[in-house]
T-cell receptor, first 114, second 110 residues
Framework: DTGVSQDPRHKITKRGQNVTFRCDPI?????LYWYRQTLGQGPEFLTY????????KSRLLSDRFSAERPKGSFSTLEIQRTEQGDSAMYLC????????????FGPGTRLTVT | QKEVEQNSGPLSVPEGAIASLNCTYS??????FFWYRQYSGKSPELIMS????GDKEDGRFTAQLNKASQYVSLLIRDSQPSDSATYLC??????????FGSGTRLLVRP
């Protein structure tokens, strides 16, 4: 399977703990995106990378959130000092250089903060 | 703030009928438009993209775009129970990120 993969698929953590999620994009895709989705809503943009450069971060992304994409391959999203409001599905997507808008999603990581 | 609006539904159609899903967007400069299908508990799956005014057909799916009216639609012909899902409309902005609507839930009755 050469699709986008994410790990872990589910994460339960206690409030105040740090969590880290990993995304492996489709190998030939140079753009990688992180979105967050809550129940009944569409995915909401968090940040995106072109190769290893982080080009945009949503204003919704607090200082507790950080993302990296070392060497332009996989990416990690870390949430520090988790809060109950962070409970959501965290989705990673990737797109090729062209057509750059056509994004393909991974299975997501469901985070539950207790 | 750029917005994408969809009726949340549910839209209920009988098996074999045409399902019509609609979406409006606020940014008149938008150039790329997408429909994603999302089954319960799963991630969104890209099913259609459209960039020019008019219709684009792919199998049982037809996407329609009217930039003057800022309106995108998705028609599903010969609807099947397996088409029951939430359909998300997404619009690309100038920085390549997608702005999503909240989705329309489609129920196809056997």
């Amino acid at each position: 399977d050469t699709g986008v993969s994410q790990d872990p698929r589910h994460k339960i953590t206690k409030r105040g703990q740090n969590v880290t999620f990993r995304c492996d994009p489709i190998s030939e895709h140079n753009r990688l995106y992180w979105y967050r989705q809550t129940l009944g809503q569409g995915p909401e943009f968090l940040t995106y990378f072109q190769n290893e450069a982080q080009l945009e971060k949503s204003r919704l992304l607090s200082d507790r959130f950080s993302a990296e994409r070392p060497k332009g391959s996989f990416s990690t999203l870390e949430i520090q000092r988790t809060e109950q409001g962070d409970s959501a599905m965290y989705l990673c997507a990737s797109s090729p250089a062209s057509p750059a808008y056509e994004q393909y999603f991974g299975p997501g990581t469901r985070l539950t903060v207790t | 703030q750029k917005e994408v609006e969809q009726n949340s539904g549910p839209l209920s159609v009988p098996e074999g009928a045409i399902a019509s899903l609609n979406c409006t967007y606020s940014d008149r400069g938008s150039q790329s438009f997408f429909w994603y299908r999302q089954y319960s508990g799963k991630s969104p799956e890209l099913i259609m993209s459209i960039y020019s005014n008019g219709d684009k057909e792919d199998g049982r799916f037809t996407a329609q775009l009217n930039k003057a009216s800022q309106y995108v639609s998705l028609l599903i012909r010969d609807s099947q129970p397996s088409d029951s899902a939430t359909y998300l409309c997404a619009v690309g902005d100038s920085s390549y990120k997608l702005i999503f609507g909240s989705g329309t839930r489609l129920l196809v009755r056997p």
